[in-house]
């Protein structure tokens, strides 16, 4: 995704605020960070990455009322599949890891790209189109990824205690392998 993609960028927002009222700047840099550079942690183990997925499984309540896939980019191309909504479908985890290692594999943006679109998002927050953060915090919050230079981040506190998120990153091309109902 890159500054031109960025089209449709203030809906993406609009619709995860809708389920996540408490979304804080921190938050958003994480959707946009997806969005670009795909999973924040490099697959340097494949076992480790099942193993890891498999304890966060099974500690899971299925929850059918979540949103099974978040869109992560404005063209539809990337989503996160929540786990516990996923868990709900009674497919197994079997289905789930390799489609999501290969999106892992397959989505790896640039800085440069990252860049630009945290700037389109900030531009849209300063014209109000997404009404949800104030103009310092955003211009703040900037200034820290700069320093930074653009980094990985997990979500934020309040985001993680009230909505404790629970989900990987699966391209738009490897839902119909999981084998879900058509209405799921």
Not at 47 to 74: C, G, H, I, K, T
Not at 129 to 149: A, K, V
Request: proline letters at 4%.
């Amino acid at each position: 995704m890159t500054f031109l993609d960025s089209l449709g960028l203030d809906e993406l927002f609009k619709q995860h605020l809708s389920w996540y009222p408490m979304l804080e700047q921190q938050d958003a840099y994480k959707l946009i960070y997806q969005a670009v550079m795909g999973s924040e942690h490099l697959l340097d183990s494949v076992d480790e990455w099942s193993r890891n997925l498999e304890m966060e499984y099974a500690a899971l309540q299925a929850d059918r009322s979540q949103v099974l896939f978040e869109p992560v980019r404005p063209d539809g191309s990337l989503f996160r599949i929540n786990l516990r909504a996923y868990k709900a479908h009674q497919l197994g985890l079997a289905r789930l890891v390799s489609p999501c290692m290969m999106t892992a594999q397959l989505v790896r943006g640039t800085k440069s790209e990252l860049r630009l679109t945290w700037e389109a998002f900030t531009q849209l927050c300063v014209q109000d189109y997404i009404r949800h953060f104030e103009d310092e915090e955003i211009e703040s919050f900037s200034l820290q990824l700069i320093e930074l230079d653009f980094p990985a981040m997990h979500h934020s506190e309040a985001y993680r205690r009230l909505y404790q998120p629970a989900y990987r990153l699966i391209a738009a091309g490897f839902i119909s392998s999981l084998g879900l109902p058509d209405e799921a």
